[in-house]
């Protein structure tokens, strides 16, 4: 399946095989969404990788990253808010070789879509959670998320955020997740190898990708326009083995990137498989 | 037919599980209610069995869309639940009204509103069945009114979700989804099972949800050659969301035409000595067993009553309402409930006639007994 | 789609001599104009500044003989509107 091609096969132009032919472009994102990198880097990943597009489904829920499946010439699937997993692991179960990417934010995967989160996770279910985290709800109007920092501003914290985030990867790592990174748009090359071993990795694996709403986050915070929010990534990333040796209060504000978490562990569709044929081995 | 068919003592939930089995059900996502689990155990064990699959969500609201989610990737899937469950349902049902997927949703019905009487009958979401999640569309619902008829439904049901591409609801009163009677098992061929139609065309031309003269478009399993966009949002006939309105209504008319067009052909009645009657019990799920039985003892006392049960409860049968009740001059309306499927025949039928209601929303069903003493007050 | 290394000169003044080598091909990257949302990512993360903006925010590549072809640009560009004509 893997069949890792050199940089000098990859063309910059690869891109334009696999958006969707009857699509209008430029995409309805704003100027400088960082949800457009991440599907960039998606799709080299996914070209590296070999697959054929007719084994790819795409599922997202609702929101600005919830549009990216759309955009792309494979299966996809855009489903109600916060659902995304749930229909993703139908998909999946159903014909458990199809590759099954979810694209989702910070709001749908873990505010209204929490439960479905965790229970993923626990699955184990081999599915590609791609979290773009904007620490914002923005195709709503810039609403505060379960990532929103404490005491920043949006327009249901008007006053600043009286409530604390927490953090999808630990989330994902205590519920079981097998493969959980982070990483940012700013570092595309270190992403792209991300997503590569994400969804190479047989298990549920989760990619959060921290992401700029300029338009709404950046605005309501200062946090300045794309630019200045891309450049806030790389001045605030910090490699996991460099973050183990930071005190708390070192680490606020940054974010920790690398893979965090990387096991191998039965996979659910497997698990059902080995069922199936031991019952069939005990009929026969 | 062999003469000797399988014959067995069987529960009501367990025959669901048989006929759906046999509709070609290969997949189950589902979370425990009473009095609809045994359904979800029943397809636990019997799913491995077939090649199926089978698979406990974390709650109703994911239960639903793994059952979507396998349907479009190409598998009959199926849920059960009860009341609570099929309240929290009902945005993803209404995400395959959009979508035109074909699922099976069991409502093994008890007491409500809320936690209600879980392990009491009623038929109390009738009308939920028909506009439970928000939005115009056009629903399919059917009623089964004993074990028997449970396996035939449900069957029934499948081929109806796969020729329409439409989500349809099973109305399974609990008191008919626990009891035990003797069915004989279809033997394979006794009954038709219908499949969705696939696209011919090569998937460069394919239109997903192309406006064909059935106004039902062909579709595709997932891993066949066409990729195509799934969305909730109002879509055009490729399948991406728009905004213009020469194309939102057009889709909204294909949701309700595509179905109501063929009423005649999705309504199942049983008629029973409706040709000289004078009055008209209309019934369906458990009452009808009842509305039997009281109207053979009041023919026996002289008086010209009839029973017209209902299969197929939505889309509601005007036409054919109408004509059978057209000689009489009283109809009553039997339910486990205060009143949900009276509203539709009082709509149906011309104001001359006297509608009577006879409601038992107590957690029991109706007797025999008070079906007769209704027809006394009536007379 | 690509852009111009410079507006036709009147015939009384010779043309400036151009940094770019010409005779090797093209320009070294290809901008969709249309599909650019003049969003100024490329601009501002290139580590050479090879572009300028136009009056609209899109990149105009200013000084193209100093692109490295780092992939910096068509990498974070959101509307894949920057590809490499020799990558």
Request: glycine letters at 8%; hydrophobic letters at 35%.
């Amino acid at each position: 399946m893997a069949v890792t091609t050199t940089a000098e096969k990859q063309k910059s132009d690869v891109i334009l095989q696999y958006l969707r032919p009857r699509k209008k472009f430029p995409s309805v994102w704003c100027a400088g969404c960082g949800n457009g990198i991440v599907m960039g880097a998606l799709i080299r990943a996914i070209d590296r990788l070999g697959l054929a597009k007719d084994n790819v489904v795409m599922v997202s829920g609702i929101g600005c990253t919830s549009r990216l499946p759309v955009y792309l010439d494979f299966n996809s699937l855009h489903t109600a808010h916060g659902r995304a997993l749930a229909f993703a692991t139908g998909a999946k179960f159903a014909q458990p070789h199809m590759k099954v990417i979810v694209i989702t934010g910070d709001g749908d995967a873990l505010a209204i879509g929490g439960n479905h989160f965790i229970h993923a996770c626990r699955r184990n279910i081999d599915i590609t959670c791609v979290l773009i985290n904007n620490y914002i709800y923005g195709m709503t109007g810039g609403q505060g998320s379960p990532t929103t920092p404490p005491s920043a501003y949006s327009t249901t914290t008007p006053y600043g955020n009286s409530e604390k985030p927490f953090d999808p990867c630990s989330l994902a790592i205590a519920a079981g997740a097998t493969f959980v990174g982070r990483h940012t748009v700013h570092h595309t090359p270190q992403l792209e190898k991300m997503l590569i071993q994400a969804i190479e990795h047989r298990g549920f694996s989760l990619v959060e990708a921290i992401s700029n709403c300029h338009t709404y986050y950046g605005r309501l915070n200062r946090a300045g326009d794309a630019v200045a929010m891309i450049k806030s990534f790389k001045e605030n990333a910090v490699m996991l083995a460099k973050a183990k040796e930071m005190t708390p209060e070192e680490l606020r504000g940054k974010h920790v990137v690398g893979v965090l978490h990387e096991i191998e562990k039965s996979e659910f569709c497997d698990e059902y498989q080995l069922m199936v044929d031991r019952l069939k081995g005990g009929q026969s | 037919m062999s003469a000797l068919k399988q014959r067995r003592l069987m529960q009501g939930n367990a025959a669901c599980v048989h006929g759906a089995i046999y509709a070609g059900l290969r997949f189950y996502a589902g979370y425990p209610i009473t009095p609809s689990t045994e359904i979800a155990e029943g397809c636990a064990r019997e799913l491995p069995k077939i090649g199926g699959r089978f698979i406990q969500m974390e709650d109703e609201i994911a239960s639903i869309a793994a059952v979507v989610g396998a349907s479009i990737s190409g598998l009959k899937a199926m849920t059960a639940t009860s009341g609570p469950g099929f309240s929290l349902m009902v945005e993803n049902i209404g995400y395959a009204y959009m979508t035109e997927t074909p699922c099976v949703v069991i409502n093994v019905q008890r007491g409500g509103p809320s936690t209600g009487l879980p392990t009491k009958v009623s038929q109390s979401d009738t009308m939920q069945a028909r506009w439970g999640t928000h939005g115009d569309y056009t629903a399919i619902a059917v009623a089964p009114s004993s074990v028997a008829e449970t396996i035939t439904e449900t069957i029934r049901a499948f081929n109806l979700a796969e020729r329409f591409r439409t989500p349809v609801t099973v109305l399974l009163d609990e008191v008919i989804g626990h009891m035990r009677e003797m069915v004989s098992l279809p033997e394979p061929g006794e009954y038709p099972v219908v499949n969705r139609v696939k696209p011919t065309v090569p998937p460069e031309r394919f239109v997903p949800f192309e406006v064909t003269e059935n106004l039902v478009s062909p579709m595709p399993c997932y891993n066949e050659g066409y990729r195509y966009n799934v969305t909730g949002l109002t879509h055009d006939t490729m399948g991406f969301a728009t905004n213009r309105s020469d194309e939102i209504a057009p889709k909204l008319d294909k949701l309700k035409y595509k179905i109501e067009r063929y009423t005649d052909e999705i309504t199942k009645l049983r008629v029973d000595m409706m040709d000289d009657a004078e009055i008209a019990f209309i019934s369906y799920g458990t009452v009808a067993r009842t509305a039997l039985q009281a109207i053979s003892i009041a023919r026996e006392a002289g008086v010209k009553v009839g029973n017209v049960q209902l299969y197929t409860i939505w889309p509601f049968p005007d036409r054919q309402i109408a004509e059978l009740c057209a000689c009489c001059r009283k109809v009553i309306v039997g339910e486990l409930n205060m009143g949900q499927i009276v509203h539709e025949v009082r709509r149906v039928l011309p104001h001359d006639k006297q509608i009577h209601t006879i409601q038992r929303y107590d957690g029991e069903i109706l007797t025999p007994h008070q079906l007769l003493q209704k027809l006394d007050e009536v007379l | 789609m690509s852009d111009s290394a410079g507006a036709p000169q009147p015939a009384s003044k010779p043309a400036p001599k151009s940094k770019y080598d010409y005779s090797k091909g093209p320009l070294p990257l290809n901008i969709n104009l249309q599909w650019c949302k003049a969003c100024n990512i490329c601009i501002a993360f290139c580590p050479t500044q090879v572009f300028e903006p136009d009056r609209d925010g899109r990149p105009v590549q200013a000084r193209p003989e100093a692109c490295t072809q780092c992939t910096i640009c068509w990498t974070h560009c959101p509307d894949f509107a920057i590809t490499s004509n020799y990558k």
